[in-house]
């Protein structure tokens, strides 16, 4: 802990409210200025600026007490057994239309974010709303339940910027989910491999272009 954060704890009302502007102003005001500024390559670049800030400022934290990681997988892999068909019939039968347009249109584009997605999306996803949001505003929310709240109160106003409200419904239940299992294992891995396998489905079954900018942003 560097001298600054050791002075303003000693004054945990200010330290309080630097925390509270600070939380603000990453989770408030960067889905606004992306919205704001209204270019499609000013989303990954605010994405990925935060979570490089977000990994430093994490880093050389004393680990958290894990839960053996072969449970978690078979968790992870039950839920998605069960909830991947019944997302893939709601939207079969709420947009006919759009199920399963992008591999049985554009396959190759399909195949490219099947891979890139959960590098280039996800990994910054999770080390904001994950690990920067539990470690560092701890402070603030002092419980694991206010702190998943938050999460994914957090992670779905994050969706703001694809202007409209499934984007926001689907990432505030998903990012419940993903905030749960990080409470209980801590493990940024195993958060990202199912916020990946989500991500992944959706942009198979037909509900990716709720998830596009060049969508929202052409209106």
Not at 50 to 79: D, Q
Request: positive net charge; aromatic residues 16%; charged residues 15%.
């Amino acid at each position: 802990m560097n001298s600054d954060t050791t002075r303003d704890q000693r004054h945990p009302g200010f330290f309080h409210l630097r925390l509270l502007i600070e939380f603000v102003a990453i989770f408030v005001g960067g889905p606004l200025a992306v919205l704001a500024i209204h270019q499609r390559g000013a989303l990954f670049l605010v994405l990925w600026l935060g979570a490089l800030v977000a990994f430093f400022n994490t880093r050389g934290r004393p680990p958290f007490p894990k839960h053996p990681m072969w449970p978690e997988l078979r968790g992870i892999a039950v839920r998605f057994s069960v909830l991947a068909p019944l997302i893939a019939l709601v939207t079969w039968l709420a947009f006919p239309h759009l199920f399963l347009e992008l591999p049985r249109q554009r396959p190759l584009l399909w195949a490219i974010i099947m891979v890139l997605y959960p590098l280039l999306s996800v990994w910054p996803q999770e080390m904001l709303y994950r690990s920067l949001l539990f470690h560092r505003y701890r402070e603030l929310f002092r419980s694991d339940v206010a702190l998943i709240l938050v999460s994914a109160s957090a992670f779905g106003f994050a969706h703001i910027i694809f202007l409209n409200w499934i984007a926001i419904l689907m990432t505030a239940a998903g990012g419940l989910l993903f905030a749960r299992d990080y409470a209980r294992h801590r493990s940024l891995a195993l958060t990202c491999l199912e916020h990946s396998l989500y991500g992944c489905l959706i942009f198979t079954v037909g509900l990716g272009r709720f998830f596009y900018t060049g969508a929202a942003w052409t209106h």
